[in-house]
T-cell receptor, first 113, second 114 residues
Framework: GNSVTQMEGPVTLSEEAFLTINCTYTATGYPSLFWYVQYPGEGLQLLLK?????DKGSNKGFEATYRKETTSFHLEKGSVQVSDSAVYFC????????????FGKGTHLIIQP | GAVVSQHPSWVICKSGTSVKIECRSLDFQATTMFWYRQFPKQSLMLMAT?????????EQGVEKDKFLINHASLTLSTLTVTSAHPEDSSFYICSARVSSYEQYFGPGTRLTVT
């Protein structure tokens, strides 16, 4: 079956530091890959996505590249801000658009000023 | 952007009773909604896919007679936890499909069964 593995948190960084949150997956076929972010007290929000190999998703300074050869979709940001503190979920969807998502456990990111 | 609401946000019920959770798409119509369950420090687990006007599709291991899903309109899906027990205590999250690659998530409902 499908599965997503992401680094456990919490991850604590200083403001302006470089961020990497690792994500690897197991799936049949050619899944679509996503990063979602959850701010305190809010629902999950789509941060970025990639639908095929070598695609790069980007949004708000965050980037992730769909690497089929390593089955990875690592999230990166060059310079984090305190406002980036949140829980980040890596997810995949295989099959058609009607399928639900398979999520990783989430990584709690804490940015200190 | 599209907004999905859930009601209630937090509910406490006694063991053996049933509780209904509502998921609404506020400014768009959704033919497909999803229900997830999240345990503390765990990932979201897909429970079922709810399609307007038809029976829900449940994931393996999810008891359909215990978790009743009704998607009666294009803006409302409900999850009823029947004969709740303490092990059903969890965080329940719904989402509404807006495109092939995007779902909008509700803020979640915390259920505590005493």
């Amino acid at each position: 079956g499908n599965s997503v593995t992401q680094m456990e948190g919490p991850v604590t960084l200083s403001e302006e530091a470089f961020l990497t949150i690792n994500c690897t997956y197991t799936a049949t076929g050619y899944p679509s890959l996503f990063w979602y972010v959850q701010y305190p007290g809010e629902g999950l929000q789509l941060l970025l996505k990639a639908t095929k190999a070598d695609d790069k998703g980007s949004n708000k300074g965050f980037e992730a590249t769909y690497r089929k050869e390593t089955t990875s979709f690592h999230l990166e940001k060059g310079s984090v801000q305190v406002s980036d503190s949140a829980v980040y979920f890596c997810a995949l969807r295989s099959g058609g658009g009607a399928d639900g998502l398979t999520f990783g456990k989430g990584t709690h990111l804490i940015i200190q000023p | 952007g599209a907004v999905v609401s859930q009601h209630p946000s937090w509910v406490i019920c006694k063991s053996g009773t049933s509780v209904k959770i509502e998921c609404r798409s506020l400014d768009f119509q959704a033919t497909t909604m999803f229900w997830y369950r999240q345990f503390p420090k765990q990932s979201l687990m897909l429970m079922a896919t709810s399609n307007e006007g038809s029976k829900a599709t449940y994931e393996q291991g999810v008891e359909k007679d215990k978790f009743l899903i009704n998607h009666a309109s294009l803006t409302l899906s409900t999850l009823t936890v029947t004969s709740a027990h303490p092990e059903d205590s969890s965080f329940y999250i719904c989402s509404a499909r807006v495109s092939s690659y995007e779902q909008y998530f509700g803020p979640g409902t915390r259920l505590t069964v005493t």
